[in-house]
């Protein structure tokens, strides 16, 4: 069973959300969800200062056999992406909700959207795999 | 309910992620896809293929039958052993199917065919025998693993004991009954190996051995990105019903000569070629960011547009490749289409890796070189 932090949210959409002091938000994808896609290749991230509504895809990830978007998990602007991974998008399989997190969102609106704890988002990873 | 190889149970004993593919269960890897491209590149690696069809063909018009059914020209197999690759065409020209042909013996073939058009191919190909005296019979009691690499033969050879020196002695696309087994070599990875053709209840047992003599297994994943770096063609992405050999960088495997031979498409061939053909397959390497896709679009300055007929990341190169029908008139650069943004990549002539050595200059200056896809 892959690993789901207790401290972190999550989308059905398989992004994890980690929610700062100060109010931003550290959005990476779960490592289900990288399990699932396999080696990655390529990480396209979004351009910082642009707003994101929830749900909006603003990210993709590439393996070596598909593309897969990532979405916003809530609403905010892009106050930071992870620029290592242009030359290491593998750091996403090797650590996925440490050092291959994708992008920071400030003024994030986190009533904008439905997020799971770590017991509901096992419960759907669960219900995906029946 | 998809079908199962015999090799299943290993398959998910040994850690596979399984997937469906063309009504078949397969596995895609067993824990990491480029791990087990780079397995081939450089040591050797196996892969489950008995979901490919094998077909028999017997009987004394068995060589005209397929001098009628295949555009390349089995008169060129004279020693038994001998394979052969080529296409089934359709009376417009285009591909059916690719396939290889083996040469078992004076009115004995062996054709093997894609898993994913085997019923197509099955309905077209008694069709087509009818009228000649031959029996046409699927080996559905047969497995077949693909052992690829440069250490592939060495290993395979441990594993055959007495049969070794048989097996040693076949030249590049032969093959041979030797020890109960079809031992051939031919390929899909640009790395020299054998194809094994074994009963299906003695499979799991050759899997095992292999495994022990440091084979390593392999998914369809890796199957895929080493025969992308190889330059060779997959059916259903770069070629199809609608697209002729000349199109699609197979025209050298077309036997033009005797002109009396009257194969299936060749009058459609003959009129295209009169006519002049308008697109041609290259190989791109890109440039921009991002992965190359099958079905992006690709613009070619004041030529018009192609299409990436594959495409992927190559892990021998650290960079995205594809294979896409273009423009005859080509240049040297064109633009992909990536989710809205155009990207350059750079026209190569495949194979991009060959036997483990990069074939293409990584460079970023023109490479001016421009070809056809070369054969085996």
């Known amino acids: 069973m892959s690993d789901i932090p207790a401290q972190l949210r999550y989308t059905r959409s398989h992004e994890w959300v980690r929610i700062e002091d100060d109010g931003s938000v550290v959005v990476g994808i779960t490592d289900h969800a990288q399990e699932q896609l396999g080696d990655l290749v390529f ?48 750091l996403v399989n090797q650590d996925p909700y440490g050092r291959g997190w994708l992008f920071r969102l400030r003024d994030a609106d986190l009533g904008s959207a439905e ?3 770590a017991e509901a988002y096992r419960a759907h990873v669960e219900s995906e795999e029946h | 309910m998809s079908r199962r190889t015999p090799l299943h149970d290993h398959h998910v004993a040994g850690g596979a992620r399984m997937v469906e593919f063309a009504g078949w269960r397969m596995p895609l890897h067993y824990g990491s896809q480029v791990e087990e491209h780079h397995r081939v590149r450089r040591e050797a690696g196996m892969f ?49 199917d690719d396939l290889i042909a083996y040469f078992l013996a004076e009115g004995r073939f062996r054709l093997v065919v894609n898993a994913a058009t085997r019923e197509k191919d099955l309905d077209w190909i008694r069709r087509h025998a009818a009228p000649f005296e031959v029996a046409v019979t699927v080996r559905d009691d047969l497995a077949m693993l693909a052992v690829q690499g440069p250490a592939a033969r060495e290993r395979v050879h441990r594993v055959l004991g007495a049969g070794a020196d048989a097996a040693a002695r076949l030249a590049p696309f032969h093959g041979a009954e030797i020890g109960g087994l079809f031992v051939a070599r031919t390929g899909y990875t640009g790395e ?66 005797p002109a009396s031979r009257a194969f299936i498409g060749r009058e459609a061939l003959e009129a295209q070629r009169a006519a ?101």
């Open chain 1, 43 to 90: 990480v396209e991230l979004p351009e910082v200062g642009r707003r994101v509504a929830a749900g909006e895809d603003c990210a993709v990830v590439e393996s070596v056999k598909a593309a897969s978007d990532v979405y916003a998990p809530v609403a905010g602007e892009v106050a930071e992406v992870n620029g290592e991974l242009e030359g290491s998008p593998e």
């Open chain 2, 48 to 96: 489950d293929v008995s979901h490919m069809t094998i077909v028999d063909l017997e009987g004394p018009a068995a060589r005209p039958f397929l001098r009628r059914l295949l555009a390349n020209d089995v008169d060129r197999l004279q020693v038994p052993g001998k394979a052969l690759y080529g296409c089934m065409l359709n009376e417009r020209g285009g591909v059916v």
């Open chain 2, 192 to 257: 020299d190996g054998y194809e094994l053709m074994i009963p299906a209840a003695e499979a799991g047992a050759w899997w095992d051995r292999l495994r022990e003599a440091g084979v390593a297994p392999c998914g369809l994943g890796a199957r895929d990105t080493l025969r992308l770096e190889a330059g060779m063609c997959l059916y259903g992405q770069d070629m199809d019903e609608e697209v002729t050999p000349l199109e699609c960088g197979l025209g050298w495997t077309v036997a033009w000569e």
């Open chain 2, 276 to 376: 002049g053909v308008t697109v041609r397959a290259v190989g791109l390497l890109l440039e921009g960011r991002g992965v190359l896709r099958h079905g992006q679009k690709v613009y070619v300055p004041g030529q018009g547009e192609g299409v990436v007929t594959s495409g992927g990341f190559s892990p021998t190169l650290g960079r995205s490749i594809g294979l896409a029908r273009v423009p005859v008139r080509v240049g040297t650069h064109c633009e992909v289409e990536i989710r809205g943004r155009r990207e350059r990549a750079r026209i190569v002539k495949p194979p991009f890796v060959r036997h483990g050595r990069v074939m293409v200059d990584l460079g970023g200056g023109p490479s001016g070189e421009e070809g056809e896809q070369s054969g085996e």
């Open chain 1, 115 to 117: 997020l799971l704890d």
